[in-house]
């Protein structure tokens, strides 16, 4: 069973969910925390209305009573998402998180464990400075411990 927490694009992981199942996972369930959310996303799905300092114990309960194997979520710093990580991480349940625009402008990426400063991508931030510096139209630069991307001119 896969999970999917978003507090936004609910139409794109309603795709994703179809794409899902069509592939042969067995269960895809989705919790809403808004409106939006289920306005978009017409499958089945659960709505959390708690609070914020009651949601890892709800998720965890959860995961283990659906016996959910991975989360996806579409960033990873709102409050929601960073306490669905401790949590899967705790339950040993992967964790993937999308983003959009990070390598690219209208494209959006699928990392597991984290994305941006949590990406596991930055371990590697000599080889992507490298094979930027060879690419005349993208130039990278560290700001912090973060890689940075931008547009150069061809």
């Known amino acids: 069973m896969c999970c999917c927490c978003k507090v936004q694009w609910a139409l794109f992981l309603y795709h994703i969910s179809k794409h899902l199942k069509q592939?042969?996972?067995?269960?895809?369930s989705k919790i809403n925390f808004n409106g939006g959310d289920c306005w978009y996303y017409s499958q089945p799905s659960r709505r959390y209305r708690g609070l914020l300092a009651d949601w890892p114990l709800y998720l965890e309960h959860y995961i283990k009573q659906h016996d959910v194997g991975a989360i996806m979520l579409f960033g990873d710093c709102r409050p929601l998402h960073r306490l669905a990580i401790d949590v899967a991480k705790k339950l040993g349940v992967q964790v993937w998180v999308f983003e959009e625009g990070y390598a690219r402008p209208d494209y959006i990426t699928l990392e597991s464990g984290g994305v941006n400063g949590?990406?596991?991508?930055?371990?590697?931030?000599?080889?992507f400075l490298m094979i930027?510096?060879?690419c005349p139209c993208l130039k990278a630069s560290l700001w912090g411990k973060h890689l940075v991307w931008q547009q150069g001119k061809p």
């Open 23 to 28: 592939i042969g996972v067995k269960s895809v």
């Open 132 to 134: 930027t510096r060879s």
């Open 118 to 127: 949590f990406s596991s991508l930055y371990a590697k931030k000599a080889d």
